[in-house]
Structure formats: structure tokens, C-alpha cells
């Protein structure tokens, strides 16, 4: 039975709170649903569902599996506990009961067994030991039979009567010196006797193989090249010292094996003996801790300490925050052609903010992460979002929100985007490996890193629970244990990471606040409700002086501070803000709607000292100057001979909504498009005529752009809660799968992978197969083949019968059946 076979059987016995636990782990499993039990053991065993579940297993777990592919057999604790030293009876029934219910094993008489695909996730070599004889006869099988036969371990064979010899028989020599190469492992004495009649340095390069079985031939091996069909000993020969060298030796003894090249692979064999029989040497089931006087714990960092460090880096973190999205407002931030911001954007963009260029470009990734600004397609420019899409106006949305929801829409952004902001600025790594010219640029495609979000859950986890979070070292130390895997891809960017939790005030001085711990744990309505007691109190007034500026000695309430910055220009930096009042940026207000009188009584409201002559003669005289010169902004224009039907169209109470204004005697102008203006008349019974856009003949008119739903999105992000997995949905999924087929049908699409899982399975644990094959006519044949190795769609098999190989196609298979094994060639 195969393995989707087996384990769709016991999904089917498991309880609907087992499933709900399995589903939970693995929520891959589910999306999109599927019909039946069949479908969830299929995409359990799907190499990119385990590669998923085993991402996120810990160094224990995966050392577990990796024994438990070496020892090839039915699992079980006894059988590891050998095989991983320092473990107990105990841990492994835990650990393995644990990676059963991830469905990564699956029961079979005797024990458990991995699923198939578990060998592709970890590799051709677990836990860094090489290849078996067993698989590597069939890539070295020559070689194997010519070392077998010149240690007196197989019959000699002539030499006529071997290059004679059909497939099968030399698929059967293969085998035969594969197990008897295999079998002087067994012998008490054989490998320490070995050892000792072994060169100088043997034992070095033995080391050196142990977690890395790929090696190369020295120079004078490789001018000479082995012949692997040779009988003579190569202590016979005339270049003695090189085959006595620690290579040569061990390439006589058949513990080295050519893989072609200059390339060669230490047998597991020789492997586990060097390690005394032990697939891990070092095995702990929780993390280990520090060695006395390493990382050793420092004293308690103090409550107030922590949150004061936090509390100014959420401080200064929106401080910047707004003094780059004014620039921003003011001031679009255009992009390169290939995408991302450049370089000189960024820096005059810091430079503004008064901020390093690093600083700017995570600001402004978090800034779009959170969708506080957004990238505008007719321009290709970055500009501030609105707070209302439906109605454009001039409020931005950054300044409508209170500074704690500010705080929680850059942090939740920070925790959700596949982003990584620290590589902005760093050379891009070319496919040999150099640096290469350009720099990654913010904003662009190349900062995105798929991983990034799993790596800050992970480091937030740790912080949460870790002993000794002031440690950075043993924190990173401990984070690699957990998620190893995870580690090597992303692991370089931990430092980064923790950097800038410590700039969004998630973490103070290296450790959880007390907010950041709320957050951390997915409370963020508690994270907002403790950061909002823990901040001071905005201001509502500012000084006006006499040299035309506005001083703000503390953080502003958000209207005010939204207003202030309409009216004036921010200037300085640090605590107390200074704003500077100009005919330009009087100009800038008078464009957004704003008079001279209500400017006048916004500052009177919220001034602390009376409003300076200057200034009130500043704002009357722009005022004065502004609109002599007025603009109308239209879409679309309307004309006809008959005025008076063009007048009754613009009061036409079914069209009232689309602002069509007259302009001269049968001249009306509209903000709407052309294309949804005519739609819009032609459904009142007028009938329309489109025309060609001034000075581009022939063109059609261009397609209004409907506004996103920003508040939507904004308000899904705010929110924090995850889609409903594991509810109503998790219900009817359940109701599916009880109500569904125990199996899945014949001419399921399930039969391909079933089939692909069972030739792999055959091929390493070397048994023959039963095949039911269709030609292109129609017609089914049953083969008993060996499948040798599966690749692009196609699985090349040996035909005993024949004594020929095959390639056969995969979608013209339509069963397989596993039968007894065989001596004859597999690949992995």
C-alpha cells in the first residue's frame, strides 16, 4: 500500500479535533479545500506541503527524521536510540507521536515510516552522511565489482566474459559487491584494524568527511585517471605514494567512491562507523543550554529602563514618520524605470526629513507596506493616500489617524510584509556569487525576501520566552535550534530584524516592552491600549512669533498638527518643532480650500500668544493675490447646436451626480470620464457621440481609473485578525471530508501522484513494480519492470525480461503496485 494509501486510511480514523490540531499546524492542507480524505494524505505528501511543515520543525525533530531515513525500515524508539546519542525512550516516543500527527509519518506493521517526499525535502545526504553501497552501485557499479573482486570478496570474472555479460547479470555482480563491501562493516575487528594499518592523516581526512561526504581527487589521482575494471593492487604500482595517500587508501578499500571527475563520496557505511554507529552525536530534545561562563546571564534589565528606551523610539519613530510623509504630500517620490526608488530620490527624501538614507528607506517601506502611501500609475510616482477614496480630498490619511493607530498600522505592516528593508543599499549578489554593480534600491522587487515575516514571528517568539533575552548571541543561538531550517536561508538578517523591532519600539534596550509583548503575542488591541496609556498627552496650542514662525514644544494633536503643516514648513528637528510661514506656503493652503479668515481663526484658536502683525499681513496678502487666475478641472467636455437641451441635460436630476456644469452657451464640462459620461447618457435616452482627444486623432478616450478601497484594506490591516480558518469554514471543510469518499476514485487525478510516490518508493527501497500501461491506441499492458529513476515527466525502468531499459511516459501509466525486491540497479 502506498503511502497516501496508508495515510489517507488513518486520517479517516483520526477525530475531528485531531484533524482540527493537523489542519491548524499545517493550514496548507486546506487551501483551497479538498473533497475527501484521499485529496488531504495526497497534499500531505506533496513535496512542497512537508517542505512547508518541516521549515518549521527544530533541530531535534529534523535529526529525528534524518535518522529515521538512514535506518530505512520501520521507525521506532528503540531503533533510533542507537542511532542518536544522548537520546531516551521517553523524548523519541514524544518527538515521533508528534511528527505522526503532522502526518510526516505515517503506521505501517512494525513502526512508522516517513512519507516519500521527505527524502526529496532533506536531501540526498541526512544529517551529512554519504550514499549506501546499496544506491551507489547503481553510479559505481564497475568500480564496486572491480574493489569487491580485488579484496577477495567476489569471484574473480574474466575480463572476455564480463564485457559480454548481459544487464542483468552485471545489475546482479553490482549488487552482490554492494552487500559484500557492506558486510565487512559487521565484522568486530575489521574497521579498527583498518584503522590502524591506515596512512598518516587518515583519520584527519575521515573527520573532515564526517559532516560533508563529497571530496575531490588530489592532482596526481586526477592526471591518472582510476580504472575502475583494474585487479592490481595499488600498492603494486609504480606511483605508490599516491596510492598510499589517505585518498588512495581509501579508494582501495572501497570506502571512497568515484562519481565521475574528479569527484568522490564517502559510503554511509563508513560514515556511521566513523561515528561509532551513531547518526547524531550530540542529540538534545529542548535547546541546549550555554556552557558555564558563555553567555552567561547579565543583571535583570530594569521595567523603567525598557520602556522609556521603547517609548522614545515609538516617539521619534512618528516623529519621522510625519515629517516624511509631509514631504511626501508636498512632494511625490518618483521612481525608476525598472521600478524602486533611486538613489537620489532617497537622498533628497532624507535629506528633507532631516534622517539618514537607511532610515528614510524603512520608513518609506513600512510607509507602503502599511498603505499609507501608494505608487500612482499615470505618474509612476509615490504620493500620500487620501482618507477618503470615494471623495478625494485634501485630508492625508497618515494625519487623520491618532498617533496609537499611526504606531499600529507601521508595526503590523512591519510583522505582515515579505519585505526586508536592511538590504536596501547592499550590492546585489550575482550568479557567481560576486557582488555585483548595482545596489537594491527601495521599493523595489529585489528587497523581497518570501521568508521575512516567519523570521521576525520567530525572533519575536523567542524574545517572549527565552531566559536570557539580553543576550543576543544566545537568542540568535536559540532561534537557529528552533527553525534551522529557516536559519540558513534568512538566518543572516536576525541582526537586522532585531534592529528594527528596536526602532518601531516593539523591543526597549533588547528586550519585549510592554506593549511589544502584546503585539507579540497577536494582542493588539491590548498593545494599542497600553501604548495609548503610556504616551503623553498631545498638545493643542503652539507659539506664533514674530519672525513668521510657529513653535510646537511638544508632539501636537494630529488635526492641529495636519493643519499646521498645510499652512507652514517644518523646520529643525528634535522634540520642540519649529514652523516657518511663507507666501508659498500660504499659497499651498489657499490651494486646498482654505481663506484668510479661517486661517486667521485656526491660529487664534491655537495660539498661545496673539497672532504677530507680520503674519496676518502675510495671510490677507496672499490671500489677496490668490485666484485671479482660476482653473476648472474637467474630464470630459459637452457641445452641441442646441443649448437649451444642453442646459436640461445639466439639471437632470438622473445625472445630478456626475457635476456637469455649463461654461458658455451650449459648452457643458463634467469631472467624469467620457466613456462612463456616455454610458450614463445613452441609459437616459440620449445618444452620444465620442470624439477623438485633441491632437491625437483616431485615439480613443482614456479609461477612468476607479480608486482602490483604501480604508477597506487599511481597516482589514488594522484589525489584526487572521481569516477565519478554523471556524465556519473549518466546519464545512470537516462535513466534506466525513461525507466524502474513503478513497479516492480510479480515474481520480489523485492516480499520477499515487503512482509517482510508489515508483519512488520502489526505486529506494529496490523493488520491482507491477505497471498498467496504455499504448496511444488504447491498449493496457501489465509489466513487471524495476524503475530506475524518475525525472521531467518521464521514469526510466529495466525490464528483466527483455534485459533492456526503457523510458516510459508517467501519463501513460495507470497503476503501480509495489512488489518483492530484486538485485538489480535503482537510482536515487
Known amino acids: ?97 508528534r511528527l505522526h500527527d503532522l502526518a510526516l509519518f505515517y503506521q505501517v506493521p512494525g513502526g512508522l515510516l516517513p512519507v516519500g517526499a521527505l527524502h526529496e525535502v532533506l536531501g540526498t545526504y541526512p544529517a551529512g552522511l554519504g550514499r549506501s553501497y546499496h544506491t551507489l552501485s547503481a553510479i559505481s557499479g564497475d568500480f564496486l565489482v572491480a574493489t569487491a573482486t580485488r579484496l577477495g570478496l567476489l569471484p574473480t570474472t574474466q575480463p572476455a566474459v564480463e564485457a559480454q555479460a548481459s544487464l542483468v547479470s552485471q545489475a546482479s555482480q553490482a549488487s552482490q559487491a554492494s552487500e559484500a563491501l557492506a558486510d565487512r562493516f559487521a565484522e568486530p575487528q575489521w574497521w579498527s584494524e583498518l584503522l590502524q594499518r591506515a596512512p598518516e592523516r587518515t583519520s584527519e581526512l575521515l573527520t573532515r568527511l564526517e559532516s560533508q561526504p563529497l571530496a575531490t581527487l588530489p592532482a596526481p589521482l586526477v592526471e591518472r585517471p582510476l580504472n575502475p575494471a583494474a585487479t592490481e593492487d595499488p600498492a603494486d604500482s609504480d606511483d605508490s605514494a599516491d596510492s598510499q595517500s589517505p585518498v588512495g587508501f581509501l579508494l582501495a578499500e572501497g570506502l571512497l567512491i568515484p562519481l565521475g571527475g574528479a569527484h568522490l563520496e564517502l559510503v554511509r557505511e563508513a560514515g556511521l562507523r566513523w561515528r561509532e554507529g551513531a547518526v547524531v552525536t550530540d542529540f538534545s530534545a529542548t535547546f541546549p543550554a550555554a556552557a558555564p561562563g558563555h553567555g552567561a546571564a547579565s543583571a535583570p534589565l530594569s521595567v523603567l529602563r525598557r520602556e522609556n528606551a521603547a517609548l522614545a523610539a515609538v516617539t521619534e519613530l512618528l516623529h519621522d514618520a510625519s515629517i516624511l510623509m509631509e514631504s511626501v ?59 477618503s477614496t470615494a471623495h478625494p480630498g485634501p485630508d492625508v490619511l497618515w494625519f487623520v489617524l491618532p498617533r496609537v493607530e499611526q504606531w499600529s498600522a507601521l508595526t503590523q505592516a512591519w510583522l505582515q510584509m515579505d519585505r526586508a528593508p536592511s538590504l536596501i543599499g547592499r550590492a546585489e549578489a550575482s550568479i557567481s556569487g560576486r557582488p555585483a554593480a548595482p545596489t537594491i534600491n527601495a521599493l523595489s522587487a529585489e528587497v523581497r525576501r518570501a521568508d521575512a515575516p516567519a523570521l521576525r514571528s520567530l525572533l519575536l517568539d523567542v524574545l517572549g520566552t527565552s531566559a536570557n533575552p539580553e543576550q543576543p548571541s544566545e537568542l540568535l543561538r536559540q532561534a537557529a535550534w528552533l527553525r534551522p531550517r529557516l ?31 502584546f503585539l507579540a503575542r497577536g494582542e493588539q488591541s491590548q498593545a494599542e491600549e497600553t501604548l495609548r496609556t503610556s504616551l503623553p498627552a498631545p498638545l493643542g496650542t503652539i507659539l506664533l512669533q514674530a519672525d513668521l514662525t510657529a513653535v510646537a514644544p511638544g508632539y501636537l494633536e494630529p488635526a492641529l498638527s495636519r493643519e499646521l503643516a498645510l499652512l507652514a ?19 499651498r493652503a489657499l490651494d486646498a480650500g482654505r481663506e484668510a479668515e479661517g486661517v486667521l481663526a485656526f491660529l487664534a484658536q491655537h495660539s498661545a500668544t496673539p497672532i504677530p502683525q507680520p503674519l496676518e499681513y502675510l495671510i490677507r496678502d496672499a490671500a489677496s493675490r490668490h485666484g485671479i487666475i482660476r ?17 436640461a441635460v445639466a439639471h437632470d436630476s438622473a445625472l445630478s451626480d456626475l457635476g456637469l456644469r455649463e461654461m458658455a452657451p451650449g459648452v457643458l464640462i463634467s469631472p467624469v470620464g467620457p466613456a462612463e459620461l456616455s454610458r450614463r447618457l445613452r441609459a437616459v435616452g440620449h445618444s452620444p457621440v465620442l470624439e477623438p482627444a485633441a491632437g491625437r486623432p483616431g485615439s480613443s478616450a482614456e479609461v477612468t481609473v476607479q480608486a482602490s478601497a483604501l480604508e477597506t484594506e487599511l481597516e482589514s490591516r488594522l484589525d489584526g485578525h487572521p481569516p477565519d480558518e478554523t471556524g465556519a469554514e473549518w466546519e464545512i471543510q470537516l462535513t466534506r471530508l466525513r461525507q466524502g ?28 513494480v507491477a505497471l498498467t500501461v496504455v499504448d496511444s491506441e488504447g491498449n493496457q499492458e501489465r509489466l513487471r519492470l ?43
Open 487 to 517: 536559519w540558513r536561508r534568512v538566518g543572516r538578517l536576525a541582526e537586522d530584524v532585531l534592529a528594527e523591532a528596536e526602532a518601531l519600539g516593539i523591543t526597549g534596550a533588547g528586550t519585549l516592552s510592554s506593549f511589544g509583548a
Open 631 to 647: 482653473l476648472t478641472p474637467a474630464a470630459t467636455v459637452l457641445t452641441g447646436a442646441d443649448a437649451a437641451g444642453l442646459l
Open 329 to 387: 504630500t508636498h512632494a511625490p517620490v518618483p521612481t525608476l524605470r525598472h521600478g524602486g526608488v533611486g538613489v537620489r530620490a532617497l537622498r533628497s527624501l532624507s535629506q528633507q526629513a532631516g534622517v539618514d538614507e537607511s532610515r528614510a528607506a524603512f520608513l518609506l517601506e513600512l510607509l507602503a507596506a502599511s498603505g499609507m502611501i501608494e505608487l500612482l500609475a499615470e505618474t509612476s510616482q509615490w504620493s500620500a493616500a487620501r482618507s
Open 741 to 768: 469518499p474513503s478513497s479516492a476514485p480510479f480515474h481520480s487525478t489523485l492516480v499520477p501522484q499515487v503512482g509517482l510516490e510508489t515508483l519512488r518508493e520502489a526505486i529506494r527501497t529496490r523493488k520491482q
Open 786 to 828: 524495476v524503475p530506475l529513476s524518475v525525472n521531467s515527466g518521464r521514469v526510466r525502468v529495466f525490464d528483466p525480461v527483455r534485459d533492456t531499459e526503457r523510458l516510459m511516459s508517467i501519463h501513460r501509466i495507470l497503476d503501480v503496485d509495489l512488489l518483492d525486491a530484486v538485485k538489480g540497479p535503482a537510482h536515487e
Open 569 to 587: 514648513d517644518r523646520e529643525g528637528r528634535g522634540p520642540a518643532a519649529f514652523y516657518r510661514f511663507s507666501a508659498d506656503s500660504l499659497r
Open 1 to 97: 500500500m502506498s503511502a497516501i494509501a496508508a495515510l489517507s486510511l488513518e486520517l479517516q480514523q483520526r477525530s475531528d479535533a485531531a484533524l482540527h490540531a493537523l489542519c491548524a499546524d499545517r493550514p496548507d492542507l486546506i487551501s483551497p479545500p479538498v473533497p475527501d480524505f484521499a485529496a488531504l494524505a495526497a497534499r500531505a505528501c506533496s513535496r512542497l506541503s512537508v517542505h512547508r511543515a518541516v521549515d518549521r520543525l527544530t533541530t531535534a525533530q529534523i535529526q529525528i527524521i534524518e535518522a529515521s531515513l538512514v535506518l530505512n525500515g520501520p521507525v521506532t524508539p528503540a531503533a533510533l536510540k542507537p542511532l542518536l546519542r544522548g537520546s531516551n525512550q521517553r523524548t523519541l516516543t514524544s518527538a515521533l507521536n
